[in-house]
């Protein structure tokens, strides 16, 4: 599924410009990643794709639909069904077990209870967390957490992955397990846009968008 | 350009390959999800909820005890109203035209007992000059406020008592010197049995005790006297054969036109003079006024019961501020603003009609207690089973309307942010 940002400015109450007439095509299958300093507008450009928030001028078109005339109701579909995100911080739910962690990922597709936690519990085991799947996140360890992240996102099968510094939290080991298990998503097809300031994690992807204030400076290949 | 295509709407055919716009499922919460994700909720933070929970149960509590309490004891009373009947009627002399004491003719009895409808009649004459004494040495002001009335034999049948100790006059009080207590007045001279030939001094004579009677429930006047026959009290007291008042027990259905028939009977001179009441109705204003007391204690239910809505609210508030990380990601897991509101209004409503189910338990067991300890009748009106869930349900919604639409207007990566 594509992603397309055409002239998209980005300005949060205050006269911040978060974003400057940003324009970029992100073909269906491509592997992204966006690098750049912290406040380079990375996270603002990311939540503009999956469409949590509307840019302030410019247009968003995901998979060919023009976002920024859908409701939020259209937008939540969009999101349910077809966009997976994964955060630094995890935002996994302490009281629920990995298997319903992964499986509250689907809630919003109207998925019976039952379905979604065969699909969670086979995309733990995709993970490589199979041996893990009655265990709270506090019994995990930082990568195992992400890791259970990752299934949440991937396991209903989004078009697109969005993921905001993933590794962030990790150690470069934990990091490195949860990258080569975000890089073998791609062979699925689904479009992966990851955030890093890391230009070490940047260079095993194929294209690299370099941020700084708010614009793309450089859009890098191979 | 191609806009958002919503389901069941058709792709356009003409659309170039590329660019093809996929159709999009809409995101869902059925109820039955919708119910887990709230129960999920309250279950992650329990003693929360279970401390909130418990002012809606106070509140509830509170009203459904005042409900099943004051249900109970009038139950109980209407039982008593329904054992003694309602059919018993007293005619008294009252007042004539003039204002003068008016006096009903020793005949107005034989009258009354044949009058169509009625079953039975009982006379009692006041003795005015007459006061009861354990004895003769007790000062003559120490009279215990206990009257001295002449009764007939079926004075108990007719108002409906019986007797604790002894008997009641018989044939044999009419020539000997014999005396029948009220409740009352036997507490009063302390006399709880019959046997070893008690003795009271009444006037200048000596009258043996026979008899204790019950309470009599519809007429508690009765209690406080001392019942000789009438013979004696006109041997003894030079006592009128006038009654000053007379019970009458018509049939069950004909009380009111009884009654209207009454005064023209008792004294056809003087009708206008002779007043009829029926005791039973003093019973069932009482019942009444059970249920008028319950009206002011419900209001104070109310009051508990909006403090503990407000306590839920307050309790909301907070909880939504504390997860909005949880509403940051349900967002971007695809729930519009419409899914987050709902689900913390099923949760704050899910816990009030917890608090609520938990209420009725705590009044009905207040109520259990209190009908126990009075030997009352245990009842819990039908309908609190159904009212007290439902009504701490709307209380919950309405607590969670305002936090419900905080947490749906919250920015969903202001939230992830945080």
Redesign the interface.
């Known amino acids: 599924m594509s992603v397309e940002l055409a002239q998209v400015s980005k300005e949060y109450p205050g006269g911040v410009l978060a974003l400057r007439d940003v324009s970029v095509d992100i073909p269906a299958g491509d592997q992204v990643a966006v690098v750049g300093p912290s406040g380079s507008g990375k996270t603002t450009m990311l939540t503009i794709l999956g469409t949590l928030e509307r840019p302030s001028s410019g247009q968003v078109r995901v998979a060919g639909h023009d976002t920024t005339r859908a409701s939020d109701g259209q937008l939540a579909g969009l999101r349910a069904h077809q966009i997976g995100f994964v955060f630094q911080a995890f935002h996994l739910q302490e009281s629920m077990t990995a298997v319903d962690n992964v499986a509250t990922g689907m809630l919003y597709t109207g998925m019976p209870l039952a379905r979604r936690r065969e699909l969670a519990r086979a995309a733990l085991e995709r993970v490589g967390l199979g041996h893990r799947l009655d265990f709270k996140p506090r019994q995990l360890s930082g990568g195992e957490r992400q890791r259970v992240a990752i299934a949440r996102a991937l396991a209903k099968r989004p078009a697109i992955i969005l993921a905001d510094e993933p590794t962030g939290n990790l150690d470069s080991k934990s990091g490195a397990g949860v990258l080569s298990v975000l890089h073998e998503l791609g062979s699925d097809g689904a479009t992966l846009v990851l955030i890093t300031h890391d230009v070490n994690i940047a260079g095993e992807f194929p294209r690299r968008l370099h941020m700084r204030d708010g614009e793309i400076v450089e859009d890098e290949r191979g | ?6 389901p069941g709407e058709n792709v356009p055919a003409h ?1 170039p390959p ?5 159709e ?7 109820f039955r ?1 919708l119910i ?2 709230a129960l ?1 909720g309250l ?2 933070r329990k003693l929360r909820a279970a401390l909130s929970a418990l002012g809606i149960a106070i509140g509830i509590g509170a009203m459904v005890a005042v409900v099943g309490v004051s249900s109970s004891a009038q139950a109980n009373l209407i039982a008593e109203i329904d054992s003694l009947g309602t059919n018993l009627l007293t005619i008294s002399p009252g007042t004539d035209f003039l204002g003068n004491s008016a006096v009903l003719a020793p005949s107005s009895v034989p009258m009354i007992k044949h009058m169509l409808h009625v079953e039975n009649a009982a006379p009692i004459y006041q003795l005015t000059n007459a006061n009861v004494y354990r004895t003769p040495f007790v000062p003559a002001e120490q009279t215990g406020g206990i009257g001295v009335d002449a009764a007939s034999e079926n004075l108990p049948k007719v108002v409906g008592t019986t007797l604790a100790a002894g008997h009641f006059l018989a044939g044999v009080s009419q020539a000997y010197p014999e005396v029948v207590l009220g409740a009352q007045a036997a507490a009063t001279l302390q006399i709880t049995r019959v046997s070893g030939h008690v003795m009271l001094y009444i006037g200048n004579q000596w009258f043996v005790v026979v008899g204790i009677l019950n309470p009599v429930k519809l007429d508690s006047s009765l209690d406080s006297v001392a019942f000789i026959s009438l013979p004696m009290a006109e041997k003894y007291f030079q006592q009128l054969p006038e009654p000053s008042e007379v019970y009458v027990r018509s049939t069950q259905n004909n009380v009111t036109s009884v009654a209207n028939l009454l005064p023209a009977t008792a004294n056809p001179q003087d009708p206008s003079g002779v007043s009829v009441d029926r005791p039973s109705d003093v019973l069932e204003a009482r019942a009444a006024a059970k249920g008028q007391f319950t009206t002011l204690l419900l209001g104070l239910g109310a009051v508990a019961l909006l403090v503990g809505a407000i306590g839920i609210a307050n309790i909301m508030v907070i909880s939504v501020l504390e997860r909005r ?2 509403i ?12 987050i509101s709902i689900q913390f209004l099923a949760e704050s409503a899910l816990l009030a009609a917890i608090g609520g189910a938990f209420g009725l338990g705590i009044g009905a067991g207040a109520t259990e207690i209190y009908s126990a300890a009075k030997h009352e009748p245990f009842i819990v009106p039908l309908y609190a089973l159904i009212a007290a869930p439902t009504a701490g349900f709307i209380i919950g919604a309405l607590a969670g309307l305002y936090p419900a639409a905080k947490a749906a207007r919250l ?3 202001e939230a ?2 945080a």
């Open positions: 350009m191609t806009d958002m295509v919503l659309t590329p660019d093809t716009p996929t999009i499922g809409r995101a869902r919460l059925p999800e887990g994700v999920q279950r992650t990380g949880e940051g990601l349900r967002r971007a897991l695809g729930a519009t603003r419409g899914h920015s969903p990566t992830l942010r």
